[in-house]
Nanobody, 119 residues
Framework: QVQLAESGGGLVQAGGSLSVSCVASGRTLSIYDMAWFRQAPGKERDFVATVTWIGGTTYYADSVKGRFTISRDRAKNTLYLQMNSLKPEDTAAYYC????????????WGQGIQVTVSS
């Protein structure tokens, strides 16, 4: 099992920056990759970015490419998302997720943390 706990987030004006973090515990040595997803009110949960735990390979949704940066610190078992040039449409609950196998769905989730971007 892997437990995930997000922190950070909050309220920021459009054009500003914000970061969120996610600490993993449990079977962290077995993690294949971790990701950030987000869910706006009344909408489905969308993929934001992912990073492989060992190699650090990243992949981003087109909507955040060039503005968001995902990273991880394996020594601290922590996942980060740095968000720059924020837009009101980035407002959502942000969730970190982990999986132990590239063929599996993400089956470990944090509780979510709110990011609100005012116009």
């Amino acid at each position: 099992q892997v437990q995930l706990a997000e922190s950070g987030g909050g309220l920021v004006q459009a054009g500003g920056s914000l970061s969120v973090s996610c600490v993993a515990s449990g079977r962290t040595l077995s993690i294949y990759d971790m990701a950030w997803f987000r869910q706006a009110p009344g909408k489905e949960r969308d993929f934001v970015a992912t990073v492989t735990w060992i190699g650090g390979t990243t992949y981003y949704a087109d909507s955040v490419k060039g503005r968001f940066t995902i990273s991880r610190d394996r020594a601290k078992n922590t996942l980060y998302l740095q968000m720059n040039s924020l837009k009101p449409e980035d407002t959502a609950a942000y969730y970190c997720a982990a999986r132990l196998n590239a063929k599996n769905e993400y089956n470990y989730w944090g509780q979510g943390i709110q990011v609100t971007v005012s116009s």
